[in-house]
C-alpha cells in the first residue's frame, strides 16, 4: 500500500506576496501628552484629535518607507502657575502641534487580508502657543526633532481600501522649554 500527502484544502488562500508599491493615506487619531499637566491646565483636557496623511513606498520584501504630516489644534487659555497654584489669565490662547514624520519600517502579511506593521523615525516637531491679547513676543514658535516608534495592523477592504489601526510613541526633548 502506497501512502501519499493528503491534498491541501482548496478553500485555503494563500498569503499574498508584497509588491513594490507607493499609495498615499490620510489617517485620524486620539493624542495624549506626556506633558498632560501643561496641556489641561491650558486646553481643560490632556489629550485631543490628530490629523493628517502621508505617502508610503513599499518594497517588495516587507520594507517601507514612508513621509506624513499630522496635526493638533485646541483652543484654551494662557495660565500662570504660582507655587503649584493656576491662575487663568481670561486670554484666549490657540496651541497647535505640527509633527512631520518620516519613519522606515517593515509590513508583514498574516493572511489574505491582513498585514502587520512596525516602524521607526525621526520627525520635525513644530509647537505652537498663540493668544490673542498677548504681547506678541509672549507667543511661542518651536521646533525640534524627535524620534518615534510605531506598530499597526491594516485591514484589506477593497483592491484601493485598507483601514488600521496604529499606536505611535514619539519623544520630543525641551519643546516646551523649561517652563512647560
Known sequence: QVLT???PATDAKP???LRTSIRGFGQFGLIRFTASDSFDAITGKPTG?????????DLSNGV??????????ENGERVFVFEDQ???LGIQ??????PTLFTMGYRRPSSENVV??????VGRHRFEEQADLADPSLNVDETKIGYHVLAGVEYHLTPWLWIGV?????????????DG
Open 93 to 98: 490662547n490657540t496651541v497647535t502641534v505640527t
Open 86 to 88: 493656576l491662575f487663568q
Open 64 to 73: 517601507f518607507f514612508q513621509g506624513s504630516l499630522e496635526r493638533y489644534q
Open 15 to 17: 498569503i499574498p506576496e
Open 49 to 57: 484629535v490628530m490629523y493628517g496623511g502621508g505617502v508610503q513606498f
Open 5 to 7: 500527502a493528503p491534498e
Open 116 to 121: 502587520g506593521y512596525v516602524g521607526a523615525g
Open 166 to 178: 496604529e499606536s505611535q510613541w514619539a519623544y520630543v526633548p525641551n519643546i516646551l522649554g523649561n
